[in-house]
């Protein structure tokens, strides 16, 4: 079955302490991308990927990191977690070719910053 | 940066009455998306537009993507409890490299 598999879904964490939210895909697709989702606020971007090691920024990176050593994998690192970073996270892959299609998202990360 | 604005917020209806929203960009996109996004659920795909005036129709769901590619709409017809949920529209500038742009949302809520 074709989908996109975050872990964990549900996390409570404190100040400080380091963390990654996992993002898989079996698609093979080639990019991936990280959105917040907050009340009133949307879906905001925080990383996207247009293949293995290409990340660039969205329009909300800071306090965040990601990697993309497989085609498959798109991490999310909260290096030093804040409570403003407490939100609905999810991640998301498009086959891309040549023009962003079709979205695919995970079921979504809900992280809670103490 | 680019901004794609939604409106309205919030849209309470009646069930059997028809929904609107509408979205509008600051610079000119590529094309522009749809997603529905279930009360607990995750963002899904509802269409793609990419030509400029394009009009696409799913069941009850009309698509609009503007003359100067800035501005889109989906009108949904005689709603059902089942069209409950928000609405996004997402925007891509250029050639991709800025990623999709999403709107706030309009949270459809309907009323039996």
């Known amino acids: 079955e074709a989908q996109v598999t975050q872990n964990p879904r549900y996390l409570i964490t404190v100040t400080g302490k380091k963390l990654t939210v996992t993002c898989s895909q079996n698609?093979?697709?080639?990019?991936m991308s990280w959105y917040r989702q907050d009340p009133g606020l949307g879906l905001r971007q925080i990383y996207y990927s247009m293949n293995v090691e290409v990340t660039d920024k969205g329009d909300v990176p800071e306090g965040y990191k990601v990697s993309r050593k497989e085609k498959r994998n798109f991490p999310l690192i909260l290096e030093s977690p804040s409570p403003n970073q407490t939100s609905l996270y999810f991640c998301?892959?498009?086959?891309?070719?040549?023009?962003?299609?079709?979205?695919?998202f995970g079921e979504g990360s809900r992280l809670t910053v103490l | 940066g680019q901004q794609v604005m939604q409106i309205p917020q919030y849209q309470h209806v009646q069930e059997g009455e028809d929904f609107t929203t509408y979205c509008n960009s600051s610079t000119t996109l590529s094309n522009i998306q749809w997603y529905k996004q279930r009360p607990g659920g995750h963002p899904v795909f509802l269409i793609q537009?990419?030509?400029?005036?394009e009009v696409k129709k799913q069941k009850r769901l009309t698509f609009q993507f503007g003359e100067a590619k800035k501005n889109s709409s989906l009108h949904i017809t005689a709603t059902q409890t089942t069209d409950v949920g928000t609405y996004f529209c997402a925007g891509l500038a250029g050639g991709g490299a800025d990623g999709l742009t999403f709107g706030k949302g309009t949270h459809l809520i309907i009323q039996p």
């Open positions: 998301a892959s498009s086959l891309d070719r040549g023009i962003i299609g079709e979205l695919f």
């Open positions: 698609m093979n697709h080639e990019y």
């Open positions: 537009l990419v030509k400029s005036g």
